[in-house]
């Protein structure tokens, strides 16, 4: 029994930064625009994060309530770029953000360099951060499906021409998009800088942020499975260790499951003829006009 | 003219610029470090430039210059880069680095190369390793003495021999002091992961482990056992202050220690392009290579060192305390004498022997260990049945 809550425990601990990055990709990619980047802008939060909040090393000369605003201003930040690129100069938008992360990554671990190799003491307790991302997905859940602003979100990701003539104007919304999911990711960045492992250092996110583009496509963009999602994610990060040795199933297995998932869930939406519960204008930038 | 034409040209002024000024310093050595992980991870990466910055205050003809972050197995393009670059001493600071040095190696037999802890060597490439199986059997000693439940935990990067014998050590030093005590590992396959990290802990943490090593390059572990308020130790560099109330002891290691030997015997000419092949270095206590210490020279925090000195053990039928035993024993190895962690008979944990009575290893046999000691719990890969 024991063994089975701290497994929870930790499935918790781990699944809060994925469910607040994907929670922010769910929301941009319901407006049609995917941001491969939430792996840089979580980069950049987790700086930002930890250096608004440590200040210069003494007490009392950093604050961890405005580490996490810099960290989601550093993400939402990050995210524009993307959004003026992709919405604005109609770029690749995969492309886009394949260079954002390179460019976060990059950039924190530039500007993070003087940051490294001190701790943060006196660092938040993890329940706000994993109470307040499953409210927050109670609430888009919520907000997409029963709210108008949440049906004219999803009208621009699903038929930006349609948006449009009804008068919707469909660059600002899906700039408003990106950049709300850029936030998160920023925010679930200053999660790992701030608690789950509180220092910073070049390279810490170590992959997380593409576990969360993973889980999006897994979660089937809603974000009351993201919650789900995200704890399954994390159990199984876990268990890889947990069960090292103890089964007949090489637990590298368990750390590839999260993408081979990803991958099932993409083949079954396939077979039924769909592309799954993706938006149907992702990933395409709108231009006036054209079909 | 086209903008990409102007940006070519500025391009090839730059380039010009950059070897003029490379020419105009002939007179020093270059020396140039690849590192495998950011030089802030506070482990091992971070360690070898500590080293190289001493080196560069210490030796006034030596210039330096560092790539990090430098994946295993592509370390080739880095190599011709800084081949192009002027570099006439290029160290390559870690084991997966090896073939790809000895190709370079050949490439260009005019350039020096070390690489660290690897087993291959050429008329211009020498290897080197500042090693820890001496210090990680004392750290094991305090471990086996502090761990109540009797089971230590040790986060494990890759399973190769450097890994095997530094937790083969550990475990020889946790029996040693807590003979019913066992070594519980898991591994994460990666040099530098804090999330993996992080979660290994965990889960050696759930299994009932309250001590804790980790051989991660970042100060994660010690993080974790801080959280939880449990003994645990410094690995490559003082992590003292990412949790002063856990840290026992530790294993720090002076690189420059070698990286000034080496330079110094290269800018007198002791070493040149055609004599390495022999040129090993393998430095241990003796040479102050590396140090047993939870910070630089303190061998003990205040708190655990008041435990050792309770904690007793069997040393030769006779009751000593732990912390006199892990003294005395740093002293002579210190000294190069007689002591040395795997001296026969060892059996491994499958109880087939592997040093006989009154044998020590040879640095081939430490370089190639597959299996692992008594002791140690948990799924370790190739390891030998017989």
């Known amino acids: 029994m024991d063994e089975l809550l701290n497994a929870l425990l930790r499935a918790l601990a781990f699944g809060t930064p994925l469910l607040l990055a994907s929670l922010g990709a769910v929301i941009n990619e319901r407006a049609g625009v995917v941001n491969l980047g939430v792996e840089g802008m979580m ?34 930040l990050a995210a524009l770029l993307h959004a003026f690129i992709t919405i604005t100069l109609r770029a690749n938008q995969f492309v886009s953000g394949l260079s954002l992360t390179l460019l976060g990554l990059g950039v924190a671990g530039l500007l993070g360099k003087k940051y490294e190799g001190f701790p943060l003491f ?33 009208s621009v990701g699903e038929n930006p021409a349609a948006a449009d003539v009804l008068g919707l104007n469909v660059n600002l919304i899906r700039y408003g998009a990106v950049a709300f999911g850029g936030a998160l990711a920023g925010l679930a960045g200053a999660y790992l800088s701030l608690v789950y492992r509180p220092s910073w250092t070049d390279g810490m996110t170590a992959g997380l942020g593409w576990i969360a583009v993973a889980l999006v496509i897994f979660v089937g963009w809603n974000p009351l499975r993201a919650i789900f999602g995200s704890v399954f994610f994390g159990l199984l990060y876990y268990l890889q260790f947990r069960l090292q040795g103890k089964t007949f199933i090489p637990t590298e297995f368990f750390a590839a499951m999260p993408y081979l998932l990803v991958i099932v869930v993409l083949a079954f939406a396939g077979l039924r003829g769909q592309q799954g519960a993706a938006p149907e204008a992702l990933g395409r930038p709108y231009t006036r006009g054209e079909r | 003219m086209s903008k990409i034409t102007k940006l070519l040209a500025l391009a090839l002024a730059l380039t010009a610029a950059a070897t003029t000024q490379a020419g105009a310093q002939d007179a020093k050595l270059k020396a140039c470090f690849i590192y495998v992980g950011p030089t802030g991870d506070i482990g091992w990466s971070y360690a070898h430039d500590q080293g190289r910055k001493a080196a560069e205050k210490a030796l006034p003809w030596l210039e330096t210059q560092y790539v990090e972050s430098v994946p295993e197995g592509q370390a080739l393009p880095v190599i011709d880069r800084l081949a192009k670059n002027g570099c006439q001493v290029i160290f390559t600071t870690s084991f997966g680095y090896m073939d790809d040095t000895l190709a370079a190696a050949k490439k260009y037999p005019n350039i020096i190369f070390a690489h660290n802890a690897g087993f291959k060597r050429n008329a211009n490439m020498a290897t080197y390793m500042a090693d820890f199986y001496q210090v990680y059997y004392l750290n094991g000693l305090a471990a086996g003495a502090l761990s109540k439940s009797g089971k230590v935990g040790f986060v494990g990067t890759y399973p190769i021999p450097e890994l095997k014998r530094h937790l083969s050590a550990f475990a020889l030093g946790v029996k040693a002091a807590n003979p019913k005590a066992s070594v519980n590992v898991k591994w994460i396959n ?14 050696l943490l759930s299994e009932g482990a309250d001590v804790l090593t980790s051989a991660e390059d970042s100060a994660t572990g010690v993080q974790t056992a801080g959280a939880k308020n449990i003994p645990t130790f410094s690995h490559y560099n003082p992590m003292l202050k990412f949790s002063p109330s856990n840290v026992v002891s530790g294993h720090i290691v002076h690189w420059d220690k070698i990286y000034i030997d080496f330079l110094t015997k290269v800018h007198n000419g002791t070493y040149t392009t055609k004599n390495l092949a022999n040129v090993d270095y393998w430095w241990l206590l003796s040479k102050g290579a590396v140090e047993m210490g939870a910070d630089m020279n303190m061998p003990f925090t205040v708190k655990f060192a008041a435990q050792l000195k309770a904690a007793k053990m069997m040393v030769g039928g006779k009751s000593v305390s732990v912390y006199d035993r892990i003294t005395a024993l740093n002293a002579q190895m210190k000294k190069g004498e007689s002591f040395d962690p795997f001296t026969g008979p060892v059996k491994d944990r499958n109880g087939v022997l592997r040093v006989p009575a009154g044998k020590t290893m040879s640095i081939g046999d430490l370089n190639n260990m597959s299996w692992v000691a008594p002791g140690v719990v948990g799924q370790v890969a190739d390891e030998p049945k017989k």
């Open chain 2, 190 to 203: 990666s040099w530098f992961d804090p999330a993996k990290t992080r979660e290994a802990s965990e889960a």
């Open chain 1, 43 to 76: 980069a950049l939060g987790a700086l930002a994060g930890f250096a608004v909040a440590y200040g210069d090393g003494s007490p009392g000369s950093g604050s961890i309530a405005l580490g996490i605003v810099a960290a989601m201003a550093a993400g939402g």
């Open chain 1, 122 to 154: 006196g660092q938040p307790n993890q329940w706000p951060f994993t109470i307040g991302a499953i409210v927050l997905a109670l609430l888009l859940a919520f907000w997409l499906t029963s709210t108008r602003a949440g049906l004219t979100l999803r």
